[in-house]
């Protein structure tokens, strides 16, 4: 155990934030913590890190236990060099280093070696320095300096820049890679994932996984959730509830359990009723007042059950078109942008037609988002053309919120964009994005990032256009709001250009890819795992033909045709690698479901499930759709085999 809360309590004036929040941190585990934005997340972290007071309860900590805490947007600010920076956390090893070389001067010095007794003693101090040093990973600093800083994409910066010149974004993606070097036991970390690109995403995942202490992060990002963590533990209305396995399976298991609740509480309520009408009809009557009575003690002894309260309010909306555009919505020929002399992309050239959803990715400051000004008009490009088919209405979402007052209230803000539109409708809308009441008043100033994404989705949703084209549209949004926005941009019927870093969302959203380089787009069928997959398959065939060319060339065979027949033997053993993956896949899917038959078979078997014959049902009915699951899993395998 490194870190335990029991019971913590937390308000702020009369308006409670935490309520008897419990929970437990073993050696090694990987925790998320989840919430919709308010629920608490980031205080209780600061709790936990010693760095904000509670009201009640109490924490218990190993007595070695060393934590590291990153909070949301704290960066470094320092007048020293990036690499100083990192090399700042091993101090103690430099020291050690610079006393090291200190015995080696002095162990060359000729007055030392005549002196037998001095000089065996000086050696002896420097094996031991030298042990301990290399013990704590003396020799590894550099090594390690380099491999963090390059996957948190500062591998190709200038050596001496300093830390204050970097933008609020590297400030916090480099706290994060300092926090890394120093390897606490227990890494606490909010919103980690916010300011990076996925290549960095992908390489943070990767080092987590291999991280020898403990984790607990706050994440609204649910494929890194999937991919890091094995448990949850979930905040709502103050309390906290804890739950086994990633973010996919706390979803399931919370739904799951709320049906089970739900049954018992409407079973019991049945029962109820009827125990109450026939205390009703029959408590007058000579012959039965005894047995009325008898019902009446029981209903008042009964342990009645609270009704499950199941969701909490999620914003409500939904996208829709005016008219619709023509069948060629965009064409885009030989674009490039340049800010001063510094050109970030060139011979840029893509189409869109109706109806399409694309994804626009690539990695930091290539030009993602100067591209979508471009196309707005917001931004003039150095060379090329666009245009756009016709009756084409574009609604831009811009992840800055560059568009929004900050003098307007929310009713303002959006009543000024349609004034056309009654207060009463006005109202509506912004009550479906979850303003309500006295808050429609409330300065944009003073609204939370995830606030002002909600009151420009309104101004969005209302302008009924065909072809949206969102920029970041999940930053800021907590794990419910996105699954919403999800929801409503799946059944929009316009055209669909976005840029995210989220690549749950890319899964859900992207039919096709559009990856931006320095020289121009490449494009990619399917949503972000096929991208992933063919991007594989183009590095193995590239890693390939470099080497049978290399191969050849050592021979100095001069091949003047292209090798048709090689390559035609390397897509078919691609082809098979691809067909092994799909069947590794399924096979680890059927085991799955095999283990998931078994336990429910098991639980069928003991007392209390066999005798609530609800939850019997429940659990026939799962049975049911697991063997069902395993005859299509088994029906694929075989087709894969053949």
Do not use: C
């Amino acid at each position: 155990m490194l870190l335990q809360a029991s019971n913590i309590s937390k308000s702020y004036g009369v308006r409670p934030v935490l309520t008897n929040i419990s929970l437990q941190i073993l050696e090694r585990e990987r925790i998320g913590l989840v919430g919709v934005n308010g629920a608490g997340k980031s205080t209780l972290l600061q709790i936990l890190a010693g760095e904000l007071s509670y009201d009640s309860g109490e924490i218990f900590k190993a007595k070695e236990t060393r934590i590291g805490y990153l909070a949301q947007n704290s960066g470094l600010n320092s007048d020293r060099t990036i690499y100083q920076e990192m090399r700042e956390v091993f101090a103690h090893l430099l020291k050690l280093e610079q006393e090291l070389r200190e015995l080696e001067t002095r162990m060359a010095d000729p007055d030392l070696l005549s002196d037998e007794k001095r000089y065996e003693e000086t050696m002896n101090r420097y094996a031991s320095r030298s042990e301990s040093f290399r013990e704590q990973g003396g020799y590894e600093i550099e090594a390690k300096i380099r491999g963090i800083l390059h996957g948190m994409g500062f591998g190709d910066f200038p050596s001496d820049t300093i830390v204050h010149t970097l933008s609020g974004g590297q400030r916090t993606r480099l706290a994060l890679a300092k926090l890394l070097l120093q390897e606490p036991d227990l890494l606490m970390l909010d919103e980690p994932t916010n300011h990076l690109d996925i290549e960095t995403l992908t390489w943070l995942e990767d080092y987590l996984r291999g991280y020898p202490g403990s984790i607990l992060v706050v994440s609204h990002d649910r494929y890194f959730l999937d991919a890091l963590v094995h448990t949850i533990y979930e905040i709502e209305r103050h309390s906290s509830r804890r739950y086994t396995g990633n973010y996919s399976r706390y979803i399931e298991t919370k739904a799951a359990e709320y049906a089970v609740e739900l049954k018992h509480y409407e079973k019991q309520q049945e029962e109820i009723a009827k125990m109450e009408d026939f205390v009703q009809r029959n408590l007058a009557r000579a012959s039965t007042t005894k047995r009325a009575q008898s019902r009446r003690k029981a209903l008042e002894k009964m342990d009645r059950l609270d009704k499950p309260l199941g969701e909490l309010k999620k914003a409500s909306f939904s996208f829709e078109i005016e008219r619709q555009s023509g069948k060629e919505v965009l064409h885009a020929e030989q674009l490039a942008v340049a800010y001063d002399d510094n050109e970030l992309f060139s011979q840029v050239s893509f189409h869109l037609d109706r109806g399409e959803t694309v994804a626009l990715i690539g990695p930091n400051g290539i030009g993602k988002s100067s591209l979508l000004k471009v196309l707005t008009d917001r931004l003039t490009p150095k060379r090329g053309t666009f245009y756009w088919g016709s009756n084409v209405t574009i609604g831009y979402y811009d992840q800055d919120q560059s568009g929004l007052n900050p003098n307007h209230t929310v009713l303002e803000e959006v009543w000024s964009a349609y004034p056309h539109l009654e207060e009463a409708r006005i109202r509506t809308v912004l009550g479906n994005f979850l303003f309500s009441g006295e808050e429609v008043f409330n300065k944009i100033a003073s609204l939370s990032g995830g606030e002002k994404a909600r009151v420009s989705l309104a101004k969005l949703m209302l302008l009924n256009a065909n072809v949206l084209i969102l920029d970041e549209p999940t930053n800021h949004l907590d794990l419910f709001s996105k699954e919403v926005l999800e929801a409503s941009l799946i059944d929009y019927e316009g055209t669909l250009l976005f840029i995210s870093h989220d690549r749950y969302f890319l899964n859900k959203m992207a039919e096709r890819v559009l990856e931006l380089s320095p020289a121009g787009i490449t494009a990619y069928l399917g949503n972000y795992d096929d991208y992933v997959e063919k991007k594989e398959e183009l590095a193995e065939l590239k890693a390939e033909r470099e080497k049978a060319v290399a191969a050849n060339a050592s021979k100095k065979m001069v091949m003047e045709e292209p090798l048709t027949d090689y390559e035609a033997d390397k897509l078919a053993k691609r082809e098979e690698r691809s067909r092994r993956r799909k069947l590794d896949q399924l096979e680890a899917d059927i085991a799955a479901a095999e283990r998931t038959a078994s336990e429910i078979e098991e639980e069928l078997a003991q007392p209390e499930v066999f005798n609530d014959y609800v939850l019997v049902q429940q659990k026939n009915d799962e049975l049911e759709q697991t063997k069902a699951q395993l005859e299509q899993l088994y029906a694929q395998w075989e087709e894969l085999m053949e």
